[in-house]
Each structure stands twice: as C-alpha cells, then as structure tokens.
C-alpha cells in the first residue's frame, strides 16, 4: 500500500489457515481502508484449500506473505510479528474484519503525539457479516495490566499496539496465548488510549469457542501467575455469575 510518513505506518497481520470461505472479506476489509500507511502481512499454515489462491490473487497489496506448516496460531502470529517493521501492530485474523473503512484513518488522524496502545469495542458477527451483539465482556474505561483480573476484557483482535513495546508470544500456551501476551505489554505500564470505537467484527463460533474448556483453563493458571491464586479464584466467582447471566440472558457467549 501506499505510505503516508506524516503518519505512523500500522503493520496489520493476518493468520490464516484453510480458510477460502471468510479469508477474502477480512483481506477488502483490510486494503480498502481510507487510510494507507499500512503494511499487510499474511501468514498461511500451509493451506489445503484455495487460501493461497485468494492470498496470490492480493499479493501486489500484501507487503509479505507466506504459506508453510507452523506450530499453530500463535506461533503463526510470532511469526508475522517478526516480519513486520511498522510502528504498530494489529492482528486482524481470517474471518474477522475492521469495523469500518475509515477506522484506521479515525485513530491516526493527525497528532502531535501518539500512544503506545489504542483499543476499543469488538462486535460479533455472524457468516453472512450480520451483527449478532456485542461482545459479552465489556470493554474498560480505561485498561491497566490488572483489568484482566475480570476476565480478556479486551481481545487481541481490538488492542493496537506500538512495536517496540510488544513481547514474543509465550507458544507454550495453546489456547490462551494471547491473553498472556496482552498482560504482560500491559504490565510494562505503556501510554495507552481507549478509541471509545467499535474497531473489528469478530467471526462468531470460531477457535476460541471450539477449544473453551482448554481456553479457561489455561486462562486461570495465566491468571494465577499474575494475581495470585486466592485472587484468581474468588474473580472466577464473578466471572462466572456474568458468563452464565449472558448465557441466559442472549443464549451466547
């Protein structure tokens, strides 16, 4: 994509795999953004599927992309980090899209000063880029590496994140990779700003759904190790009383 250097450039990463069905829409959604000081990024697991047919058919507007087997989608996301060199990054995975076409240009409007993380709403859509809700965890006010005591009260797919204040992601977690990764940036007490703005439609039913009991599980040790163990245990009180209130409530999680 073109480069505006009156601007930071965002380093935006997708990890794919098998994934022909939702892969081209997270791809537009991405290239057709108003703003263009992006660096696209796509790291395929060796797709069996027509993936890397979609990928070749945008390469001239993907500054990287390969497709090769991996350790999953962590290792995949480290992988992707290691390639980019912009100021930001922002993982936007196969399947899910930025909200809108100006919500990049509506963060990095022009400034003085920049922060080290922006964040913000997350909506759940459903195959067809309906609107389900919103997500059930509600996002902060304002975001310290404590927030997470609650819960991942903001994913991976909304948090923007300045590169050099980032950390490889911890591989030895399978399914709560991320969540441990957004901690532990946040612990480094970086500058961070809540947009107050929907930034990703997040594909409902995906790996996080399928895998919720491993998720949890390791979601509970990673909080263990930041908070404490009576702390962790007397939160899952509370985040457990909201889960099964939503549950009845909107028949979702």
């Given at each position: 994509?073109?480069?505006?250097?009156?601007?930071?450039?965002?380093?935006?990463?997708?990890?794919?795999?098998?994934?022909?069905?939702?892969?081209?829409?997270?791809?537009?959604?991405?290239?057709?953004?108003?703003?263009?000081?992006?660096?696209?990024?796509?790291?395929?697991?060796?797709?069996?599927?027509?993936?890397?047919?979609?990928?070749?058919?945008?390469?001239?507007?993907?500054?990287?992309?390969?497709?090769?087997?991996?350790?999953?989608?962590?290792d995949a996301m480290n992988k992707g980090m290691n390639k980019a060199t912009g100021e930001y990054l922002w993982f936007i995975n196969s399947g899910d899209k930025i909200f809108e076409k100006d919500t990049v240009e509506s963060i990095f409007s022009e400034k003085k000063d920049y922060t080290d993380i922006y964040y913000g709403e997350t909506v759940i859509t459903d195959e067809n880029n309906n609107i389900i809700g919103m997500r059930r965890l509600k996002t902060p006010e304002s975001l310290n590496w404590k927030s997470f005591q609650k819960g991942m009260l903001v994913c991976h797919q909304a948090i923007i994140v300045r590169r050099n204040v980032t950390v490889p992601i911890n591989i030895n977690y399978r399914h709560s990779a991320d969540f441990d990764w957004i901690i532990r940036i946040l612990r480094k007490n970086p500058t961070i700003t809540n947009t107050k703005k929907i930034l990703v439609k997040f594909l409902d039913g995906g790996v996080s759904k399928k895998t919720i009991k491993k998720s949890l599980f390791e979601r509970f040790h990673i909080m263990r190790e930041n908070y404490g163990l009576i702390p962790t245990i007397l939160n899952h009180f509370i985040i457990g009383v909201k889960f099964f209130g939503f549950l009845f409530r909107y028949k979702r999680f």
């Open positions: 994509m073109n480069t505006n250097p009156s601007r930071p450039q965002i380093s935006i990463i997708t990890v794919v795999f098998n994934s022909e069905k939702y892969l081209e829409g997270t791809i537009l959604s991405i290239i057709n953004q108003t703003y263009k000081n992006i660096q696209y990024i796509i790291i395929d697991g060796g797709s069996t599927d027509s993936t890397v047919d979609i990928i070749k058919k945008y390469e001239d507007q993907i500054y990287y992309w390969v497709s090769e087997p991996d350790k999953g989608l962590y």
